[in-house]
């Protein structure tokens, strides 16, 4: 199978980025997208260029490392797929394809198809768990969950974390994956006594973030791969209206969004000594 | 060398409650001046990182993913056993305890996996008040299903992302202790060396993957949770970026290596379609509870599975073991899978598969339950394969999966080196042989919930660590070594890329040290792995800078360690002169096929320890001994 692949090169995030096209006709349709960039950056590396630089690990869909845009969709066109399990057979022989890092201010480039998303998990961070540490948990059967509410829960915790949401909104919003967290916790009995603080730190963290405010597109849920509902932005929503009234005594503090990587270690060694 | 497992005395339902009674305690006000690295943010890194934190503990946790939510613990499918009864189907902590011991073929140490049973009950409860959202019955309760190697139903799940959500846990608890202040994480960032200074593990070098900085840490213990080593094989289910770095140069350091030839063959992954294949997907154990595993009788039939009659097919499993049919341990049920494949029976195209069969039960529960239980994996095969198995069934075979050995620790999960710990896959103390499915969540998050946070304690209360500082001559060598085999890597500029050279030594280790292995199969290897890597270190092209973003680079670091690994493997098993559990020498079979023990001979742990390069390594033996479970041939028929 024939394909041209044009692809966004980015030495790192200060320098100028630009297409380059690569044909290829070693494509197959058994193939993943990655594997079809393996394939792609074994020859470059033989012909002595830059091997294209994207996330991956686990590539079976779960780990949410891997993802771009390919023609302008994030994770390519088929539904509920990463692109590390989306096969070469849904193109036609011969299609070119555009792939794209995802672009958000809040996602900044790293190199090529590598974004930085640590302010996912610094929403995490700022309260997207339930607080109890190891050791003080009661049986496990002590708590009663309803069928329903354990489904629903799961649902939107099966949130990979890849961006997806981010990348495909008009806005750069990231009320689907924030949504996501707080409607899982939210929706169980565990989760309750946080609820209110919750859905303060995690929005207000959303918000500090850059990311875009949500205006109800819905692209988000489109192209996530694991369908994470549209309606968890709305019980984000409710849950913040909620708690603006019930928690209004508490102050909301939110982390200082960071960009460097370096850790400034005093240990400076040459590299080349 | 003599090793001390340091496992107490006593009836063994007691001896760890002795145990941690005996531990020495941390003032609690002095427990944030003691500075803790923990390596790896997987079920096991990650859960000991919150627990250090809530101790307060001050905590440095590393990976080299963007996020500490990605380790690839993410991926287990399955679930996770805990002896609850809470179905009453006459389950128990003995029982847990026994179904381990025997499935990891008796060479697991009796109180650790006594343990680890015990610790089984606590550990759902911690997850459940996380909030991960386990299947529930409609009266709310929490409901189970069946796993491998058991006769009992005591598997919790999350559909078939169990390993994600208990990830979740651990990692928003991890996040937590960020928060709090207690606990700083570094991603992207991988460790390349172990800082031992006088003896005990002190810190580590790290590599910042952005910037390529070159970091030092110190600290006054480290853990190693790092998993397994199945990349190995280049093939296998393991996450691309897993790797044996970390463990290897702790090894080098003076950490022995135990049992590195006991590694699992899962046997239920979507078949391989091509050369450019960069991995394996597992579909999971589950799926056989409710599909029946079958090839056609005679050699060379390829009608399509769904004209081939009831008659002509040959349900192996269910014929060979009635008792536990398609539940078979997965050894066995890989073994057996091989067996039928190398007879010529094997479907697909490469002949290298074999059936996995729902229509049986579609008919007798209606595809709804089928959907329910299994729905994502089946949509996985079919984006993979482009077979819909609600109507032909799907076809399977083995993968490596697992790797059952690791740094040998003590019952403290503490290494032969004092300060360094090792949880998680990474270790090698609890599955023996064969790991039963379901445990490595449960082995996983009992070391780092509630064995490490108190065994780091004693550590700590009665070592009182000496100051070191970046110009210790240890740390001064220790970065250097770093720097010259990046430097080295970079240097060489070949012809030949980095996973050509990963491809082909997985193939060799795939095929001399994988489902089965001979004497003369594993001394050819050993010779033809020494050829490549030699031809590795002359040959190899990595482009670019050690300043910059170089995946090239990471991965070529990582290749270079599993040259050393894949040779210590055979090594092992060639030393091993029996089989069991996942361990098959063709040599030691019985009659009819199945793994022959040589518990007069061989009932250790084998302990390697490493003696400089080009020399060969020295064997430890630690002797096992079985006052509980007694060694009997292992048998599911």
Known sequence: ????????????GSKAGKFVSYPMDNANADMSMLE???????????????????????????????GFMINGIAHGPQRATTVCQLTMRHFKDGEELTLEPWRAKAFPLIKDL???????????????????????????????????????????????????????????????FTGAKITHLGILPQGKPEQDLRALRMVTQMNVEGFGGCTNIGECTGVCPKEIPLEVIAAMNRDYLRASWHARDNAVTSITPFTEWSTGSKLKVDPHP | MELNGRIPTGPIEQVWDKARFDMKLVNPANKRRHHILVVGSGLAGASAAATLGELGYNVKCFCFQDSPRRAHSIAAQGGINAAKNYQNDGDSIYRLFYDTVKGGDFRAREANVY??????????DQ???????FAREYGGMLTNRSFGGAQVSRTFYARGQTGQQLLLGAYQALERQVQAGTVTMFARTEMLDLIVVDGKARGIVTRNLVTGEINVHLADCVVLATGGYGNVFYLSTNAKGSNVTACWRAHKRGALFANPCFTQIHPTCIPVSGEYQSKLTLMSESLRNDGRIWVPKQKGDHRPPNEIPESDRDYFLERRYPSFGNLVPRDVASRNAKMVCDEGRGVGSSGLGVYLDFSDAIRRLGRKAIEERYGNLFDMYQRITDEDPYVVPMRIYPAIHYTMGGLWVDYYLMSNLPGLFVAGEANFSDHGANRLGASALMQGLSDGYFIIPYTIGDYLANNKPIPVTESHPAVREAVESVQQITNKLLSIQGTRTVDSFHRELGK????YCGMSRNAAGLEHAIGKIRELREEYWTNVRVLGSAEDFNQSLEKAGRVADFFELAELMCIDARERNESCGGHFREEYQTPDGE???????YSYVAAWEYCGPGKAPELVKEPLEFNYVHPSQRSYK
């Open chain 2, 508 to 511: 060799i280790v795939w095929d």
């Open chain 2, 115 to 124: 343990r680890l049973a015990e610790i089984s009950v606590k550990i759902i």
């Open chain 1, 114 to 176: 590598v974004v930085d998303r640590r302010a996912f998990d610094r929403i995490i961070e700022s309260g997207g768990y339930i607080s109890v540490s190891t050791g003080s948990a009661p049986d496990g059967n002590a708590i009663p969950v309803a069928k329903e509410a354990a489904d629903r829960a799961m649902d939107s915790a099966a949130c990979i974390s890849c961006g997806a949401c981010v990348a495909a909104c008009p806005n750069a919003a990231a009320a689907l």
């Open chain 1, 1 to 12: 199978m024939r394909l041209t692949l044009k692809v966004w090169r980015q030495a790192r």
């Open chain 2, 127 to 133: 997850c459940v008040a996380q909030g991960v959202p």
């Open chain 1, 36 to 66: 079809c960039l393996d394939v792609l950056n074994e020859d470059l590396i033989t012909r002595g260029e830059d091997p294209i630089a994207f996330e991956h690990d686990c590539r079976e869909g779960i780990c949410g490392s891997c």
């Open chain 2, 595 to 601: 793994a022959q023990r040589d518990d007069q001979n």
